[in-house]
């Protein structure tokens, strides 16, 4: 049974939150996980912003779709492993089922549906959902001073393209080693116990299904299965590293895919809501149809389930050992330094022209002044963008 666990929390409410999640949650992992921080911090007070970040932190550092995973861990917190599973799936779902729709369409007329107008007009509410979200979890996280400054250099190390992974673990181990050199700790075992675990286990299932892999020429479902479930065992950071993973070996190695059809299958996934890896569904169908969408989701996101099964209890033991915890504050602040670069790069994409920057500015005074649901803001920018016709 999961610490702290509420019982009052039933596996319905977790269901129909993740539901519609995953329904509006446009805008890549960091929207993602700023609209779950507004819905189960602030609007339900399910967990505090303590524990929040914790969980942010210890997601971080396993592979795999950050957001899904974030899901996961409250679903667990909440209700148990029934939690762990519905909240997991449910924010899964509705994504797997658009991507599925727009699948199903390229693969008939050659071509993806119109997106773009919509897009035009989500973007930049989700800038001001990101910021906000930002703005409450920084004042929480940067606690004190050094981390604080550890949280600036992370951010500066990010604009500088150094590896995520890198940057996480820098900024956990410059936080540990200070607390070191003042209070004369020197134990650090259970932090590397700890986080190295999901990591290990993740290049235990890359060497055993490699081989597999790279075997057969035909695209048959357990081939299919065994490489999605492959890339969501190893793969960190962003779609971008999504699109050079998957191009290594559909494309290139393999040959199952060309240039375009990958981007478009990346492309679905980056304007649909829900988790930029339900790309796996879009590539399972172009290769498999229908069989293949299931296989090609199932695989690819099984190993987030397993990652966060595995260290999901240890979340609490972390913060009880003061080394660990060191750790934890560290992964915690250069994460939402990733972010903070992340939505810079939104920005630029989002605030094109005069009437994305009014709309941001609309949802800002909505969002901060009267604290609009951001479902709402999300489906009236969704609707805005339509109607003004633009993006095309």
């Not at 993740?18 to 509006?24: N, P, R």
């Not at 397993?306 to 609490?316: D, E, I, M, T, Y």
């Not at 934890?328 to 989002?350: H, Q, R």
Request: proline letters at 5%.
């Amino acid at each position: 049974m999961p610490p702290n666990r509420d019982r009052s929390t039933s596996l319905w409410e977790l269901g129909l939150l993740f539901l519609k999640l995953g329904t509006i949650a446009f805008g890549g992992p960091a929207a993602h996980i700023a609209m779950m921080e507004e819905e189960v911090v602030r609007r339900r007070k399910w967990l505090s912003r303590d524990k929040f970040l914790d969980l942010l932190g210890a997601t971080n550092l396993i592979p795999g779709p950050n957001s899904t995973e974030m899901a996961i861990h409250i679903g667990y917190l909440r209700a148990g492993w029934p939690g762990l599973l519905v909240a997991g799936s449910c924010f899964i779902l509705p994504a797997a089922i658009i991507v599925f729709g727009f699948a199903w369409a390229y693969v008939r007329y050659g071509s993806l549906p119109e997106t773009a107008r919509i897009l035009y007009g989500v973007k930049p509410v989700i800038i001001v959902i990101v910021l906000q979200a930002l703005w409450a979890l920084a004042r929480t996280a940067a606690k004190t001073k050094l981390l604080g400054a550890i949280g600036l250099v992370a951010t500066v190390l990010a604009f500088l393209r150094v590896n995520e992974l890198l940057v996480l673990f820098a900024a956990g181990v410059a936080v540990v080693v200070w607390h070191t050199i003042v209070a004369g700790r020197e134990s650090r075992k259970h932090t590397r116990r700890s986080f190295f675990l999901p990591i290990s286990l993740s290049a235990i299932i890359q060497a055993t299904t490699s081989t597999v892999t790279t075997t057969g020429a035909a695209v048959g479902l357990l081939p299919l299965f065994l490489f999605f479930l492959k890339v969501g065992s190893v793969l960190f950071g962003s779609g971008y590293v999504l699109l050079a993973f998957l191009r290594g070996d559909l494309v290139e190695r393999w040959h199952w895919l060309t240039n375009a059809q990958l981007l478009d299958a990346v492309a679905v996934g980056q304007v649909t809501p829900g988790p930029v890896f339900t790309t796996a569904t879009f590539i399972g169908y172009v290769l498999a149809g229908p069989k293949g969408a299931v296989v090609a989701t199932v695989g690819i996101f099984l190993p987030a389930f397993v990652f966060v099964a595995v260290s999901g209890p240890l979340v609490p033991r972390i913060r009880r050992s003061p080394t660990a915890g060191n750790f934890l504050d560290g992964v915690i602040v250069a994460s939402l330094a990733l972010m903070v670069v992340v939505t810079y790069e939104l920005g630029k994409a989002a605030l094109v022209d005069l009437p994305t920057i009014g709309l941001a500015l609309i949802s800002a005074v909505l969002l901060f002044r009267w604290k609009v649901n951001s479902a709402w803001l999300v489906l009236g920018g969704a609707a805005l963008g339509f109607l003004m016709g633009r993006g095309g």
